[in-house]
């Protein structure tokens, strides 16, 4: 890599945040809205962005599309004193370019996504990044290459050896935070207990303080229709589980000063209504798609993927890898965007 130009080069004190983009899926969406978010000045004023993924992919992306390929650039020379270029390359995962198909992820595909998310974990923990903004990756692919992970929470987890750990999607409408994750909805009641729904309130308690500056206006929904109509329409959840996490979480905040305002259970239809969300910092929703639906129906462009209760910052888009939109131009960048924003801001 030849030496950036004075102009080009960026100070190597730690005045703007260092972020690792892994750009997700190779086939998917997320390398082009990588390498665009990437070559944005209003980008690269703010932070400096580093892209984690295979370059042979990248590179022939960039000549296809016309868009800016990064300088590669090493860990070593992360680790190093400076001067670094406006944006850069980490060269991360083996993809070769005689058997990929833009649109059709494989197991070297997922092996790739995989071991970018695993650098950036990594290095960010090691103080070579500030912050990690995840591409979308197909987990599929994770699972036909034996990674032993479903996704990109449950691997960070482990990698920062968190237990205390939820999702939160957030986005200029609403922001949610989800009990259970990745469960099938058949198995949902049996995964909610009274200490993980305890967490959820507690962590995206603490993410919408920190965020506002103030106590913060905490709706928790109900898992059943109606809230359970007093036990007609439900096995009694919201008496035996939802709202003992609640009365947990109230003693926290008494006996800790804090004065925040929880309501609920709350029926799943009505929260998220214009009235609901106007007296609303965070939804904390029993499962997957209770939160996801109206989070992305409200801001499918802009949302953003937080993973709260981790030692790091880490953000990423809130869509998948679209391959049927994969290398054509097409995608939208918005939420790439808006995860880079959020995590600049958390890194502050």
């Known amino acids: 890599m030849s030496d950036p130009s004075p102009s080009e080069a960026v100070s190597a004190r730690r005045d703007k945040p260092r972020l690792a983009i892994t750009v997700g899926d190779a ?3 997320g390398p082009e809205l990588a390498l665009a978010c990437a070559a944005e000045a209003s980008v690269r004023s703010r932070c400096l962005p580093i892209l984690v993924g295979p370059a042979v992919i990248l590179g022939k992306l960039a000549a296809m599309r016309d868009l800016e390929l ?7 020379q992360l680790a190093g004193a400076g001067p670094y270029p406006p944006s850069g390359l980490v060269d991360c995962g083996d993809v070769p370019l005689e058997s990929f198909v ?3 992820f494989s197991r070297k595909t997922g092996l790739a996504s995989f071991a970018a998310v695993d650098v950036a974990i990594s290095q960010t923990l090691a103080g070579n990044f500030d912050a990690i903004v995840t591409g979308p990756i197909q987990k599929e692919a994770w699972h036909a290459a034996g990674t032993g992970y479903l996704g990109h929470t449950e691997l960070l987890a482990d990698r920062t050896q968190t237990t205390d750990f939820c999702m939160m999607l957030s986005g200029p409408a609403c922001s949610t935070v989800l009990a259970t ?4 909805l058949a198995d949902v009641i049996a995964s909610l207990s009274v200490d993980q729904i305890a967490r959820a309130i507690r962590l995206g308690g603490s993410a919408m303080e920190k965020r506002f500056g103030r106590p913060p206006r905490i709706t ?4 059943n ?3 359970g109509e007093s036990g007609l329409l439900s096995h009694g959840e919201e008496e035996t589980l939802i709202r003992p996490a609640m009365e947990l979480i109230a003693q926290e ?4 000063n804090r004065d925040w305002h929880l309501v609920g259970p709350v029926p799943p239809d009505t929260a998220f209504t214009p009235a609901m969300r106007d007296q609303t910092d965070v939804h904390i929703c029993m499962y997957h798609d209770q939160g996801l639906i109206p989070l992305k129906a409200l801001s499918f462009d802009d949302a953003v993927n937080i993973t709260l209760g981790l030692p790091i910052v880490r953000t990423s888009v809130d869509h998948g890898t679209a391959m049927d939109l994969a290398w054509k131009g097409t995608a939208s960048a918005n939420s790439m965007r808006s995860a880079i924003d959020r995590a600049i801001e958390l890194c502050r």
């Open 181 to 184: 994750i990745h469960v099938p």
């Open 225 to 227: 229709p109606h809230a």
């Open 102 to 104: 833009p649109g059709k």
């Open 70 to 76: 990064p300088p590669k650039v090493t860990i070593e």
């Open 253 to 256: 905040c008494e006996a800790e």
């Open 27 to 29: 086939a998917g969406v």
């Open 220 to 223: 928790v929904l109900a898992l």
